[in-house]
């Protein structure tokens, strides 16, 4: 009895449901793309950071760094690449996985390495792995555990560098919401005088 | 904890409440039998979509044909969502010439979104075609949760009709959800992310070189950045307690979620129509103190779990202590546990998602529960174990809530030795039969599910930690999927035919079986008798009430997850204080 009511109910839900599919499958889909587009292209299409014409990255996306001249990103667990934008994750090890020490202590090591008079305590964040791997920024902190050795590399003085991290600096918004943050590829872009204004 | 933690905490849970009755308010209008301004205005539109969708509303259904009407419309969907993925290949709208998506993962995938579980074993980016996306996951984020709302309809006709045979007509409630409540939130919720950064369009994905080429001659010099309609399915994932992301990071993805006020909303979008359906249910049902009642006692599970996690991740890890690093927090930085968070939401907005969306049935993440302390970790597992009723999924977990509310007041009528009674509906066996398969029902799936699964090699095959931490990954994966939840110890890999089938039958159980359960309750009642209020009747508005009801919630979780709990976390958590 209930498969031959089944039967009869399926005819009206199988149109039902391709009505439905059209209306949020398809145009609303389609008005929030028209609206975005037309009141936000900037956002919609990206936060792209252009200069003379060639795209330099997303404002969103982080990028990874090894050079001492420039901030270094977050370390990035996403695979087969460190910010591989079509693998966005995280390490996923639990707090008592040893390989997650590990890697801890390797990235400490490298951070010391270039930049051997430095003995601050780690910021926390330079050392974990972010949740999506593509974290566009750092701390505060760690932009300013890095600022000496950024401005030694590029013979720069202390008070310039930390005048463009102020600049590449978002407090929280409207004042509570969040964390205070670094934006790091704008703030490499500033040290190399590829950043507009108008980003 | 810091002073800002407990500030953006007291934030949200200000909003959210100042939201329930406007939202509530606005619902019950949505949802009344009688034609009202809004029902009026949308009449037209309305009327337009039953002739096209050639369905009769002017009959009512009884509970039966309510149920298997509502499992035809939702199986209609499982198959119309898997074949899309089967053939997306060879079908429009896929830039990224992604092949079909093999067959398990395509079951998985179609339960997971029609159940409104969105538990995900593919990576977004790499798998789905914007046009699956499109005519498939966003489709079904919007018709799982309708469903919700519709199973709760009826359970509210239930208590509402005196000796009546029917519960109302599936597809006007399927309806009016999408079209009143769903459509519109979603449509303003997805312009404002968009005003944030998440990106909305059909675009190919693009590739641009790195400022600074990698070191490594075998690392690619240029990244990929991901592009598509994100916004639009972002917003009905959050809304309508879905919680299956575009992209595998979900919404730590700074395209999903790209600042804190993005993740404000979002979060706020979790539980919105969870909490305001309580003021909804209350207004139906004829006295707003009932749903009070209800939010209250969830609200009195959610803020202590809220704050005990964000102390816990607040406290860092410390298997990490003695190596020169600074966990604390400061006004330079979050400090805590920060692997597998995002630095713009730092501890507290991590820590505060997670336990949003796992009291309701989202799922979505914007940090990696998988890294989070055993402690901070127990939380979201703990939460999805009580059976999604503390906000719960969209509908579902307030019919939930009302499967404890009729157990809770029938423990209390044993104790006094009368005939139990919930808003005027005496509670006898039948509906008590039924109240205990939807509360047990999840609890079985849960521990009979990880029991095969760490005895079976295909099981343990894909662990991606070891010891305790391990066994919480499975443990979290069966918990998540027999509550519909979706969210996951990321580490564990599912995308294989062993968990792709055993979890997606969990799924299709663990969402059906209860909403066949709801409904037959709501059958029963509605043909039942008002019985009128008497000096022996449990007032089921006041905080004895809540206290019981929350009593009876923990109870059950308790007596049924202590076991496992002590097995994963609890063991994690006392083995990383001993070193």
């Known amino acids: 009895m209930m498969l031959s009511s089944l039967r009869t109910e399926l005819a009206p839900a199988l149109r039902l449901l391709l009505v439905l599919t059209l209306l949020t499958g398809l145009a609303y889909p389609l008005a929030v793309t028209g609206l975005a587009q037309a009141l936000f292209p900037y956002q919609a299409n990206g936060s792209l950071i252009v200069h003379d014409g060639k795209v330099l990255g997303s404002r969103l996306i982080g990028q990874p760094f090894r050079d001492p001249r420039y901030f270094w990103s977050r370390p990035s667990a996403t695979a087969s690449a460190p910010y ?11 707090p008592t996985n040893p390989a997650l020490r590990t890697a801890v202590v390797r990235r400490i090591a490298a951070l010391r390495a270039a930049d051997p008079g430095n003995a601050a305590l780690v910021p926390v964040d330079l050392v974990t792995a972010s949740a999506s791997g593509l974290d566009p920024d750092i701390s505060p902190a760690g932009a300013a555990y890095q600022a000496a050795r950024v401005a030694r590399a590029r013979g720069l003085p202390l008070a310039r560098v930390q005048a463009l991290i102020d600049a590449s600096t978002r407090n929280r918004q409207l004042g509570v919401l969040g964390e205070p943050r670094v934006n790091v590829l704008e703030l490499n872009l500033r040290l190399d005088g590829r950043w507009l204004t108008s980003h | 904890m810091t002073a800002n933690d407990t500030l953006q905490l007291a934030l949200y849970l200000a909003v959210l409440l100042a939201l329930v009755k406007p939202l509530g308010a606005y619902m019950s209008l949505a949802f009344a039998e009688q034609p009202n301004a809004l029902t009026r205005f949308g009449a037209p539109i309305e009327r337009a979509l039953y002739r096209l969708g050639g369905v009769r509303i002017d009959e009512e259904m009884d509970w039966r044909r309510y149920a298997v009407a509502l499992l035809a419309f939702n199986l209609a969907g499982l198959v119309l969502l898997y074949l899309l993925q089967r053939a997306q290949g060879i079908l429009p709208l896929n830039p990224a010439h992604l092949p079909g998506v093999r067959a398990d993962t395509a079951f998985n995938t179609a339960v997971s979104f029609v159940s409104n579980t969105n538990w995900q074993s593919y990576a977004g980016e790499t798998t789905m075609s914007y046009l699956t996306d499109l005519l498939g996951l966003t489709v079904q984020n919007f018709l799982s949760a309708a469903t919700g709302i519709a199973v709760l309809l009826a359970v509210i006709r239930g208590f509402r009709r005196r000796s009546a045979a029917t519960i109302g007509n599936v597809w006007v409630d399927l309806t009016r959800a999408t079209l009143y409540v769903l459509l519109p939130m979603s449509l ?15 675009h190919a994905n693009l590739r641009i070189p790195l400022l600074q080429a990698p070191a490594a001659v075998s690392a690619p010099a240029t990244q990929v950045l991901p592009m598509g309609p ?50 909804t249910f209350g207004e139906m049902v004829g006295d707003r103190r009932q749903g009070w009642a209800l939010l209250a006692a969830m609200l009195v599970i959610f803020v202590p779990l809220a704050l005990g996690c964000i102390a816990a991740e607040q406290a860092g890890n410390p298997a990490l202590h ?5 966990q604390h927090a400061s006004a330079l930085q979050a400090g805590g546990n920060m692997e597998g968070k995002e630095t713009r939401f730092g501890i507290a907005n991590s820590a505060l998602w997670a336990t ?10 914007n940090a990696m529960h998988d890294s989070f302390t055993p402690l901070g970790g127990l939380v979201p597992l703990v939460l999805m174990q009580l059976g999604e009723v503390i906000f719960g999924g969209v509908g579902s ?17 044993l104790m006094v030795g009368r005939t139990p009674e919930y808003l005027g509906k ?35 095959a894909g662990l991606g930690n070891p010891g305790a931490h391990g066994f919480s990954e499975i443990l979290y994966a069966f918990s998540s999927t027999a509550n519909n939840n979706g969210s996951a110890f990321a580490g564990l890999s599912v995308n294989t035919p062993f968990y792709n089938y055993t979890l997606g039958v969990v799924m299709y159980l663990a969402r059906y079986l209860l909403i066949v359960g709801m409904l037959a309750i709501a059958g029963a009642l509605a043909a039942k008798k008002h019985v009128p209020e008497s000096a022996g009747t449990l007032p089921t508005h006041t905080p004895l009430f809540v206290v019981l009801l929350v009593s009876t919630v923990l109870v059950v979780g308790a007596l049924t997850f202590l076991p496992a709990l002590a097995l994963g976390p609890i063991a994690e958590f006392l083995s990383s204080v001993a070193h």
């Open chain 1, 84 to 94: 591989n934008g079509l693998a966005s994750g995280g390490s996923n090890l639990g």
């Open chain 2, 188 to 202: 303003l919720l997805a312009l404002v992310l968009t005003s944030q950064g998440v990106i909305q369009n059909l």
């Open chain 2, 230 to 279: 994100v916004a639009s399915q972002e917003a009905i994932k959050q809304l309508g307690t879905n919680g299956g992301g575009f992209f595998n990071a979900n919404s730590a993805h700074p395209f999903e979620n790209p600042t804190p006020l993005s993740n404000f909303l979002e979060m706020l979008a979790i539980l919105l129509i969870p909490a305001a359906l309580c003021w």
């Open chain 2, 322 to 326: 003695g190596l020169g690093i600074d």
């Open chain 2, 356 to 365: 949003a969306t796992t009291a309701a049935s989202n799922g979505s993440v």
């Open chain 2, 397 to 413: 977990g307030l019919y939930g809530m009302l499967a404890f509310a009729v157990v809770a007041v029938f423990i209390a009528g």
């Open chain 2, 426 to 460: 005496k509670i006898e066996a039948y509906e008590m039969k039924m109240a205990s398969l939807v509360v047990l029902i999840p609890c079985a799936l849960v521990v009979v599910g990880t029991a095969v699964a760490v005895l079976l090699p295909a099981g343990l």
